[in-house]
């Protein structure tokens, strides 16, 4: 397996865990994302790793250090939290912001059989090659967490990446179909701006309890808001 050519730069030190921009080229593309390392690991010490993924127009930085109220309220800092508590955290930057922009490459992919999340795969996986060799992370114990788009993420992702142990989806998941397709209630991807949920024969092949079962046994967590549209 041919390890990826990463830059990285300290941005964070706290009093609990140091953080690194992190970017890798990932075959004609790039990945990016936060690395976050609890101070105090010790030498030939392994820590789980929680890779922290943010929602529909989304920074890592939101839930490390939120630039906004409205970042704070919506993440909690559930990032930082989870370095204060003493595990690795990776936060990647996946494509989904910049308004339409990226609905235009879901739309250039979709004539070749390909969806955003054909990239987003791609780059976790690039980014686990390199996660899994770091002296203080335990490959064994990788753990994903994602909130809203983020926990779409958790759906598309892990059912093609056995590295992930264990998944925890919050605010995402659904009877899919129905969320995509009915015209019959308030919180159906219809009345939004989300064109590129509408993924082809999707209601023929696999609705949300379908991917869970590709996880193979897997530890699986859904977690829902009282204010979440699900």
């Given at each position: ?42 030498p030939g010490e392994r820590r789980p790793l929680v890779v922290a993924q943010h929602g529909l127009e989304g ?127 308030p919180f159906s991807y219809l009345w939004t701006q989300e064109t590129e949920m509408f993924d082809f024969n ?16 897997r530890p699986f967590m859904v977690e829902r808001g009282h204010s979440d549209g699900v």
């Open positions: 397996k041919r390890q990826p050519q990463v830059e990285t730069r300290r941005i964070y030190d706290t009093v609990d865990y140091t953080g690194y921009e992190v970017y890798m080229r990932v075959e004609g593309v790039f990945a990016y994302g936060i690395l976050l390392v609890p101070k105090g690991v010790k920074r890592p930085q939101d839930l490390i250090d939120p630039p906004d109220a409205k970042a704070a309220q919506t993440y909690g800092r559930f990032a930082a939290r989870l370095a204060e508590r003493g595990f690795v955290v990776y936060a990647p930057q996946n494509p989904y912001l910049h308004g339409d922009n990226f609905r235009v490459i879901q739309r250039k992919a979709n004539p070749l059989g390909l969806t955003l999340y054909s990239f987003i795969v791609a780059q976790h996986k690039k980014s686990l090659d390199w996660l899994e060799t770091l002296p203080m992370v335990d490959p064994e114990r990788i753990g994903f967490y994602g909130l809203s788009y983020g926990g779409r993420t958790a759906m598309m992702v892990p059912p093609v990446e056995p590295r992930y142990k264990v998944v925890i989806c919050s605010g995402n998941f659904n009877e899919w179909t129905w969320k995509i397709a009915s015209n019959e209630v999707l209601a023929n092949t696999f609705g949300h309890y379908e991917l869970v079962a590709m996880m193979g046994g």
